[in-house]
């Protein structure tokens, strides 16, 4: 069986746990206490360098980190990745995306919900700010075009990209600006299989504190 290694307020961790549910995959769940340090065990670091989560062990022993990556391994073979070689590069292209725009969503979204935010730079929070309204009006322009981020079809790239956007009002950001990705968000929710719960910070209280 598979092996999650979650830690419940984490949307990254949330991704994989939507597409196992989509998938309908059963998978056993080691919790990792990130603020207390468990990311920093020898153990965990060889499977995630990081000491971030998710992070997958497989059947076999084998395992993998980074959301994205687990996600593009789970979907294989699946509708949610296409064969497709073009199609498929399209859906890791807003893969990229997401990690190189959306996380200024996932930053700003964890320093306010953990009291934070008045501890960082404000010249840090404004860039952030600046470059989460690009990625959420990048999306609102490409969603005007299409059902889904990468096509018609509803792929790990809306998953992946999900996660965090459709928290953004928890950022700081007024996602009610963005009538696009709002309508995407409707259409990704009624998805079959769909997991609507999200674990607030507040189930740690540790989650105040700076990661290790």
């Given at each position: 069986?598979?092996?999650?290694?979650?830690?419940?307020?984490?949307?990254?961790?949330?991704?994989?746990?939507?597409?196992?549910?989509?998938?309908?995959?059963?998978?056993?769940?080691?919790?990792?206490?990130?603020?207390?340090?468990?990311?920093?065990?020898?153990?965990?670091?060889?499977?995630?360098?990081?000491?971030?989560?998710?992070?997958?062990?497989?059947?076999?022993?084998?395992?993998l980190a980074e959301?994205?990556?687990?996600?593009?391994?789970?979907?294989?073979?699946?509708?949610?990745?296409?064969?497709?070689?073009?199609?498929?590069?399209?859906?890791?292209?807003?893969?990229?995306?997401?990690?190189?725009?959306?996380?200024?969503?996932?930053?700003?979204?964890?320093?306010?919900?953990?009291g934070k935010l008045?501890?960082?730079?404000?010249?840090?929070?404004?860039?952030?700010?600046?470059?989460?309204?690009?990625?959420?009006?990048?999306?609102?322009?490409?969603?005007?075009?299409?059902?889904?981020?990468?096509?018609?079809?509803?792929?790990?790239?809306?998953?992946?990209?999900?996660?965090?956007?459709?928290?953004?009002?928890?950022?700081?950001?007024?996602?009610?600006?963005?009538?696009?990705?709002?309508?995407?968000?409707?259409?990704?929710?009624?998805?079959?299989?769909?997991?609507?719960?999200?674990?607030?910070?507040?189930?740690?209280?540790?989650?105040?504190?700076?990661?290790?």
């Open positions: 069986m598979l092996t999650l290694y979650d830690y419940l307020p984490s949307q990254n961790a949330w991704k994989v746990r939507l597409l196992l549910n989509h998938l309908d995959i059963p998978y056993r769940t080691e919790i990792v206490r990130i603020f207390e340090g468990e990311g920093q065990r020898p153990d965990f670091l060889a499977m995630n360098p990081t000491g971030a989560v998710p992070a997958l062990r497989l059947p076999d022993g084998r395992t959301s994205n990556a687990i996600l593009t391994y789970l979907a294989h073979g699946t509708p949610y990745l296409p064969a497709d070689p073009f199609d498929q590069a399209k859906v890791q292209q807003w893969l990229s995306f997401e990690q190189d725009h959306v996380a200024s969503i996932a930053t700003l979204r964890h320093w306010t919900l953990t008045a501890r960082r730079a404000p010249a840090l929070v404004d860039r952030l700010r600046r470059v989460a309204d690009k990625a959420l009006a990048i999306l609102d322009r490409e969603l005007a075009q299409r059902p889904f981020i990468a096509g018609a079809a509803y792929t790990i790239a809306d998953m992946s990209l999900f996660a965090y956007v459709h928290r953004a009002d928890e950022a700081g950001l007024a996602l009610s600006d963005y009538p696009g990705v709002n309508r995407w968000i409707g259409r990704v929710r009624a998805q079959p299989g769909f997991l609507g719960t999200v674990y607030p910070y507040s189930i740690d209280p540790f989650s105040g504190g700076e990661l290790p």
